[in-house]
């Protein structure tokens, strides 16, 4: 079993920034991938930033160049670093780990742009 747990969501201003953090625990393995999702409002959740172990990212189009994933593998740890924040990524932000035979979610962080 792995356990997954976000923070670092809250209520900032458009243009502003955000860090998320994901703690991974109980893997007893090696994680390979780590993943982003967010779920708007009447939306479906959708796949915003992805890093393999060795480093490899991608990203939706609609986040690239204004957010950051990056992870500690030593800690079992990704991050979302966000900036340029507009109203349209108000969602609530959940961390993802595929595995061979399971996937794994975090309950997941708001995160509000409002002014």
């Known amino acids: 079993q792995v356990q997954l747990v976000e923070s670092g969501g809250g209520l900032v201003q458009p243009g502003g920034s955000l860090r998320l953090s994901c703690a991974a625990s109980?893997?007893?393995?090696?994680?390979?991938?780590m993943n982003w999702y967010r779920q708007a409002p009447g939306k479906e959740r959708e796949l915003v930033a992805t890093i393999s172990r060795g480093g490899s990212t991608n990203y939706a189009e609609s986040v690239k160049g204004r957010f950051t994933i990056s992870r500690d593998n030593a800690k079992n740890t990704v991050y979302l670093q966000m900036n340029s924040l507009k109203p349209e990524d108000t969602a609530v932000y959940y961390c993802?780990?595929?595995?061979?035979?399971?996937?794994?979610w975090g309950k997941g962080t708001l995160v509000t742009v409002s002014s």
């Open positions: 993802n780990v595929p595995t061979w035979n399971m996937e794994y």
């Open positions: 109980g893997s007893g393995f090696s994680i390979n991938l």
